[in-house]
């Protein structure tokens, strides 16, 4: 947030901000809209428990990442998260998303 507020970022094209989908990351992504504008923001919801969070029209939402304990044990143990299996649904939701933003060919 410091750089947004410095103005540091009056360059950049994209802002990409990753929430908990949370009450407050929701009321820091409006701050951050507000800043760098609705067109330049966009987030991903990370840890969803269930149904995506309801979401403010302040910035376009990406995508939502379950809550996942493979991904969990994977953390917990240093292994690498390029090991896990491609049907995971953490994995094939990070899929959708890179997808949206042009990183596949």
Sequence with gaps: LEQI???????????????????????????????????KLAAVVNRVQQK???WPNSCKLLGSIPEDDILRQ???TGKSLWDLPADNPAYT??????EQLGFHQ
């Design 52 to 54: 995506t969070p309801n």
């Design 93 to 98: 939701a990070v899929e959708k998303i890179t």
């Design 74 to 76: 994977f953390d917990q």
């Design 5 to 39: 507020q410095r103005r540091v970022t009056r360059n950049v094209t994209q802002v990409i901000a990753v929430s908990d989908g949370s009450q407050r990351s929701r009321d820091i992504i409006e701050f951050i809209s507000e800043m760098v504008g609705y067109q």
